[in-house]
């Protein structure tokens, strides 16, 4: 046992890349994806009957597709209408895409749910537009959604092993090809599960400090 | 898409929902041990289970079936696609189900428990007449949307070769030549599923409002 830990410890340099870019994908497809999610959610809540069913279509659509098939589709689906991506790219678009649709959830969610008297003071105190946005409305949203959205970004982490399938080189994508090369099966996906765990638990400690600063807040 | 196609849909849809009701009947009950446990504040056990929680919460569930797959052969225990692919999603969705349990029993008031016994109800009578009816009714929105988390990741179980909508799906793409139209037929088989708990857990949801506001 300890022989197949000795394996695994020397090929770190493929699992160690693995974890980076397990790490980078949800990193990035966290921050586009709240980006274009904070465009969305303004959309469900449009005066605009069109605009807002559109748009919840589009959310209610994506929270009922699983990623994996999700993955499939854009990987294999979208090159035959011409679209074609790498499995980098294409597991970056279909981690983005789908997310979206949880992240504009989430903020409308969050917005929906804030307390009007602080926005009415503010209206009061004569800010307007942007800058009551910028400084009544957004911290509020932050410290609000930032625990639901730290959720969501383990859950994209979690989401990004399903890659493996089409071959990207993520955390699990090279456990496995370090238990196919040398059958430890044990000591590779337990050493996944580990750095998984390890990526998770750091999330959850940004997480709790955002809990605080809202605790010290009220 | 020819009868024979279609025909391995159907079969595929019987495995998926027979896998994700498996591991959704274990998962309910062995979450809600492991939560009592916790609960309990058992010495050691209790410390272990919030450990098990922890990881398990973490892990993707390909890596942990991949693991179960591979592992347990290795180390003596025979195991089969199937049963790999029920115990990964029991284990994943018992930590999961351990914290909604273990929220609705820390917000649990303890003066119903005082009361139950003074009028001298013993633990297991206490907690099956008093608490369990209460802790599941306030439980239930947070374990059906659970449940529609378990079904949207079945489609990995494919992985280790269970034949289910998914595989199903794979083999037709990779015969025809044309991936789309089977990946669209499976999307379409697993969405009213998805749809279906997504919409009982807001009628649960609006139910419990309605009732806490009369």
Redesign the interface.
């Known amino acids: 046992m300890i022989h197949d830990f000795g394996i695994v410890w020397n090929e770190r340099g493929l699992l160690m890349s693995g974890l980076a870019n397990t790490a980078l994908l949800s990193v990035i497809a966290a921050v586009v994806s709240l980006l274009l999610g904070a465009a969305l959610a303004p959309a469900m809540m449009s005066r605009r009957r069109a605009v807002a069913g559109a748009a919840r279509a589009f959310v209610?659509?994506m929270?009922?597709?699983?990623?994996?098939?999700?993955a499939?589709?854009v990987y294999?689906?979208l090159p035959?209408?011409g679209i074609n991506f790498d499995n980098w790219s294409a597991g970056l678009a279909a981690l983005m895409l789908y997310n979206t649709a949880y992240m504009a959830e989430i903020l409308r969610g969050a917005w929906a749910a804030m307390p009007r008297e602080p926005i009415e003071a503010g209206t009061a105190f004569g800010f307007s537009g942007v800058r009551l946005f910028r400084r009544i409305i957004l911290p509020g949203l932050v410290l609000s959604a930032g625990p639901v959205v730290g959720n969501q970004l383990?859950q994209i982490?979690?989401?990004?092993?399903?890659l493996?399938?089409i071959a990207l080189p993520e955390?699990?994508h090279a456990?496995?090809s370090i238990?196919s090369r040398y059958y430890v099966?044990?000591a590779a996906?337990?050493t996944?599960?580990a750095l998984?765990?390890g990526?998770?638990?750091v999330v959850e400690g940004g997480v709790n400090v955002l809990r605080r600063l809202a605790d010290a807040r009220r | 898409m020819t009868p024979g196609d279609i025909a391995a849909f159907a079969q595929g849809a019987v495995v998926t929902v027979a896998l994700s009701v498996a591991g959704i009947l274990i998962g309910l009950p062995v979450g809600l041990g492991l939560a009592l446990i916790r609960w309990g504040k058992v010495p050691v056990i209790g410390r272990l289970v919030a450990l098990y929680v922890s990881i398990l919460r973490a892990t993707p569930l390909v890596t942990l079936l991949l693991l179960l797959f591979f592992a347990l052969p290795n180390v003596g225990v025979p195991i089969d696609p199937y049963s790999a692919a029920i115990l990964a999603l029991s284990m994943n969705t018992s930590a999961f189900n351990c914290e909604i349990w273990r929220a609705a029993l820390l917000a649990f008031p303890k003066d119903q428990l005082e009361a139950a016994m003074s009028v001298g109800m013993s633990a297991g009578l206490r907690f099956r007449r008093i608490v369990l009816p209460q802790i599941a009714r306030a439980s239930l929105p947070a374990l059906v949307n659970e449940m529609s988390l378990l079904i949207k990741v079945t489609p990995v179980l494919a992985v280790v070769g269970v034949v289910d909508i998914t595989r199903a799906a794979v083999r037709i793409g990779a015969e025809t030549y044309e991936p789309l139209p089977p990946f669209l037929v499976a999307i379409a088989l697993y969405a009213p599923i998805i749809f279906g708990l997504v919409s009982l857990q807001r009628f649960i949801e609006r139910r419990h409002a309605a009732a806490e506001a009369a």
Do not use: H
């Open positions: 209610d659509a929270r009922c597709v699983p990623f994996l098939l999700f499939y589709i294999y689906g035959s209408l383990i982490i979690k989401d990004s092993a399903f493996t399938i955390l699990t456990a496995s238990q099966p044990f996906f337990i996944a599960v998984y765990w990526l998770c638990l």
